[in-house]
């Protein structure tokens, strides 16, 4: 099959590119994250992608609207389901990305991490393929974890430390903020 592989970064492409290949698929990668933030690490992690997809020599489609204002108007006063709008908005435009180029199906690199709720992603993934006439092939890449972590330390790529969105930094940091605080304030 020729897959379009929507990525969230370089290190979460790493097993899912080596299993789509091995398994005798042809690939293409498609960037559109507008839940990363900031616009520094947007970045960041868009160069790092960008290095790999050219190392591995796997097409590329970007989509070069950033979405701030969108996807925060769409989560602030929800943000404890932020995900499944998260999963929801890039899902969808990597199925209508894939519909577009003609590609046979669409998966994503999110299904790579443990730390993201993969039974509503593929439900979401499953709900979005019908919409665009497009097959979603699923694959639980969470196998290859370990792996995909040795790799990227080996290439020296960026590792980002959250998932991307603001509300997912605060919670990776927020002991860590507390403790710094009470620390500052019990020096006065």
Known sequence: MNILLHQCCGPCSIYPVEVLRGMGHSIAGYWF????????????RFETLVKFNR????PFFAD??????????????AHNSRCAY??????????KKASEEGFDA??????????????????????????YSIDF??????????????CSREKDMY???????IYS?????????????????SDN
Not at 33 to 44: A, D, G, K, Q, S
Not at 86 to 95: D, H, N, Q, S, T
Not at 159 to 164: A, D, V
Request: one cysteine or more; aromatic letters at 16%; proline letters at 3%.
């Open 137 to 150: 092939f699923y694959y639980d890449f969470r196998t290859g974890w370990q792996k995909g972590i040795d």
């Open 159 to 165: 590792r980002q430390p959250y998932c991307g969105c």
């Open 106 to 131: 669409f998966t994503s690199t999110l299904f790579y991490s443990r730390y993201q709720n993969h039974e509503l992603m593929k439900q979401t993934a499953q709900n979005i393929s019908a919409k």
């Open 64 to 77: 070069d609207n950033y979405g701030l204002v969108e996807f925060t108007r769409n989560v602030a006063n």
């Open 33 to 44: 994250n507008p839940n990363i933030h900031p616009l520094t690490e947007y970045y960041r």
């Open 86 to 95: 998260c999963y929801a908005v890039r899902l969808e435009a990597a199925a």
């Open 55 to 58: 190392d591995e020599k796997i």
């Open 169 to 185: 930094e605060e919670d990776r940091y927020r002991a860590q903020i507390s403790k710094k605080i009470n620390n500052l304030l």
